[in-house]
């Protein structure tokens, strides 16, 4: 089930036949199944408990993924960026909602159709198969981030943003210090103060808020060791 944004959207791709999906947007294999769809900024693409019926290509923008725990507390799951796929479920309905963290396009593939497709087709086996292990290679890394401290919670996020953008560098971050807290399991203020004490250390620069530069990588790495 699509919420009533992407329905929205859905019939727009429709009106619309400049939105189809070309080889030229470096979509993978799968992308070239589905239809674009925008997202504005917090735009839910689905909620949690619904019938996972799609699985979802980010083209541009960044999504996440999130659930409200029982003490009212957010979890960030999963922050995707494009070329990323996520929507993908071991059950039939979403253990995560997903938001469009800013505007964002998003492919949306039916999820029958890739699995039917998959079955007879290499390059769409592939890439399922690629996006499956980096799912659980992520799901592996937040068990191990249970046993760390605030300090090596950061420093990870902040090589696993380098690794993840244009730049080694210079990290330009599209996720506030909030989503950043509920994506570790920490309090902003912890967040704050590690960003803080870390740049203290000449470990890293934070010329503003959404702006990371990178002074010591090899710092950062011994701290997520």
Not at 17 to 27: E, I, L
Not at 79 to 101: I, T
Not at 205 to 212: D, E, K, L
Request: neutral net charge; proline residues 3%; aromatic residues 6%.
């Amino acid at each position: 089930m699509l919420s009533r944004t992407a329905i929205q959207a859905v019939s727009s791709h429709r009106a619309s036949p400049q939105r189809a999906v070309s080889p030229q947007q470096g979509t993978g294999a799968i992308g070239l199944m589905g239809a674009i769809m925008p997202f504005t900024r917090n735009a839910e693409i689905y909620g949690e408990g619904e019938p996972a019926e799609y699985l979802y290509k980010v083209v541009s923008g960044v999504v996440r993924t999130s659930k409200v725990l029982t003490d009212g507390r957010r979890q960030i799951g999963a922050f995707y960026m494009p070329g990323d796929l996520f929507g993908l479920e071991v059950g039939d309905e979403h253990a995560f909602s997903a938001e469009a963290l800013c505007e964002a396009k998003i492919i949306v593939i039916k999820r029958s159709a890739v699995h039917a497709l998959a079955a007879r087709d290499n390059a769409i086996a592939q890439e399922l198969w690629s996006s499956t292990a980096r799912e659980l290679h992520h799901a592996q890394e937040r068990l191990l981030l249970l046993v760390k401290s605030a300090e090596e919670r950061v420093a990870g996020f902040i090589l696993e943003m380098a690794r993840r953008g244009r730049s080694a560098e210079v990290i330009e971050l599209p996720m506030s210090r909030q989503d950043i807290a509920d994506y570790l399991g920490l309090t902003i203020e912890t967040v704050s103060r590690t960003f803080t004490h870390l740049e203290n250390s000449t470990v890293i620069a934070v010329p503003t808020a959404r702006r990371i530069e990178i002074r010591s990588a090899a710092a950062l790495k011994r701290l997520n060791a």
